[in-house]
């Protein structure tokens, strides 16, 4: 076996191995030992990271590595996250979700996706230039926080931890966009997008109180009736739709892969944005994301039983806060919509993310330029752009000390694949993940000096 060949191998079953064990992030506590064995079985598969990189404990078991680089002055931040959400249904699962089965060059398993994969490519990709001799020209740090799946706390601490040593990232790259198969109708080139800014998370509670009582003798306008009432008013009183400049960046860039039909659409885009957003929200929900704050009803609780009227009933409603718009803005149009007779509580609230320098066709910026290029060099066949992320990742925080804040994982995913996240049978291609080693790999070696 050559040393590619090994090296190759050693990376899958370290995902694998990863895969298997089950850190499912929970608000009400932290499995200390399911994250233990997960930060034990890191360091074993990865001894020369673990040996020759200082490391900084944050949190309950967040991990902040500090590789030296020939140079201080500009220190990139390589992030990805520990935990996992949980299992709804185990039984709707291809293969079990903590198998890390590989099945026909596919490996299966819970954080495959999210976002494991990212955390074991970084480490393999690290590992190979350590084993190679390699000195980054620029300090890399590597923060794997544990718990982002529930908007934890491992994050901040390590953004605690960088600032207070006085380091100011000239970028940093967590989770986000990838190599999106699928993505546009009409075009087959795969569209690399990285994120350059995200939506904030809100988080609400819609609450209806009432008397109760028997099922046989219901009264009109209950609880249950008034949350109904206010979820239909809300998905039909969507926000305003808007086209943020990364989106039209996009699809200027998306022109000339587009069917010839659009092609006209997007060149006029920026003379007259309200036509590009009309196509994008008749696209799909995918697209329509891209150009509105949107709400989705996610948990629904009322009465414990059949026969009994429910005295209180509950919908949570999670938004994604588009730029341009605010917490503050969006609860304002939530209570105009849903009215009286609904109390509203804010569970959490986030705005939108600053937006980070990206490149045009006017302007150059040579960070974003080293991402583009480097995935030109993996994946040649892909249109490379920037985009506003729809999700939340733990990189939100990092905005507080560094200007460019990228969100991009390098993979290839197809839409059923990017489906999966959060979802069931999250998979992906052995291949793949192994394009997305040698990215994290050329990536480090290109940091310019």
Same mark, same amino acid.
């Given at each position: ?16 191995? &990863?895969?298997?064990?089950?850190? $499912?992030? =929970?608000?009400?506590g ?25 490391l900084? %404990?944050?949190? &309950?078991? /967040? ?35 903590? @198998? ?15 976002d494991? +994969? ?5 480490? @393999? ?15 890399v740090?590597? @923060?794997f ?19 207070? =040593? ?5 970028? $940093? ?19 690399? $997008?990285?994120g350059?800014?995200?939506? /904030? $998370?809100? @988080? ?21 009736? =008034? ?10 009183s ?13 699809? %200027? ?24 957003t !009309?196509?994008l ?20 609780? +009322? ?22 718009d ?9 209570? !105009? ?36 290029? &480097? ?16 999700? /939340? ?13 990228? %969100? ?42």
């Amino acid at each position: 076996m050559t040393v590619r060949e090994a090296r190759r191998e050693r990376a899958v079953e370290a995902l694998q191995a &990863t895969v298997r064990i089950p850190t $499912v992030s =929970r608000r009400d506590g932290v499995d200390t030992e399911v994250f233990d064995a997960l930060l034990a079985e890191l360091e074993a598969r990865f001894p020369l990271l673990h040996e020759r990189l200082e490391l900084t %404990r944050v949190h &309950t078991h /967040g991990l902040l590595f500090r590789w030296a680089g020939a140079s201080d002055a500009q220190p990139v931040v390589l992030m990805a996250h520990l935990d996992v959400v949980p299992i709804e249904d185990e039984s709707r699962w291809t293969h079990p979700p903590f @198998s890390g089965a590989v099945v026909d060059g596919v490996i299966w398993g819970r954080g495959t996706l999210d976002d494991k +994969g990212c955390v074991v490519a970084i480490c @393999s990709a690290v590992e190979e230039l350590l084993e190679d001799g390699h000195e980054p020209a620029q300090d890399v740090w590597l @923060s794997f926080g544990c718990d982002e799946e529930v908007f934890g706390q491992a994050a901040p601490e390590a953004v605690a931890v960088l600032r207070g =040593r006085g380091v100011e990232p000239w970028f $940093v790259l967590d989770e986000g966009g990838a190599v999106a198969g699928g993505a546009f109708p009409g075009v087959s080139a795969p569209v690399a $997008v990285v994120g350059v800014t995200e939506k /904030g $998370v809100t @988080s609400l509670l819609l609450r209806a109180e009432g008397r109760g009582g028997h099922a046989s003798t219901p009264a009109r306008n209950g609880p249950t009736a =008034r949350i109904a009432k206010a979820i239909t008013a809300l998905e039909s009183s969507p926000m305003s739709p808007a086209l943020p400049a990364p989106t039209v960046e996009l699809f %200027r860039r998306l022109g000339p892969h587009l069917p010839l039909p659009l092609r006209p659409v997007v060149a006029a885009a920026a003379r007259v944005p309200a036509l590009l957003t !009309r196509t994008l929200l008749a696209a799909g929900p995918e697209t329509a994301a891209m150009v509105r704050t949107t709400f989705a009803v996610t948990t629904l609780e +009322g009465s414990p039983a059949l026969n009994v009227i429910a005295g209180s009933a509950t919908a949570g409603v999670n938004i994604r806060v588009m730029v341009g718009d605010t917490v503050e803005s969006v609860l304002e149009h939530v209570r !105009r919509a849903v009215g009286r007779g609904v109390d509203i509580e804010v569970v959490e609230e986030g705005e939108a993310s600053p937006l980070s320098p990206y490149s045009t066709a006017e302007h150059a910026d040579l960070a974003f330029d080293l991402l583009e290029a &480097t995935i030109g060099e993996v994946f040649p066949d892909a249109v490379p752009s920037p985009y506003v992320m729809m999700a /939340g990742t733990d990189s939100r925080h990092f905005t507080e000390i560094c200007e460019r804040v990228y %969100r991009f994982a390098p993979f290839r995913m197809t839409k059923a694949q990017r489906e999966a996240i959060h979802s069931h049978d999250e998979h992906l291609g052995v291949e793949d993940f192994l394009d997305g080693v040698a990215w994290y790999r050329l990536l480090i070696e290109r940091l310019p000096a």
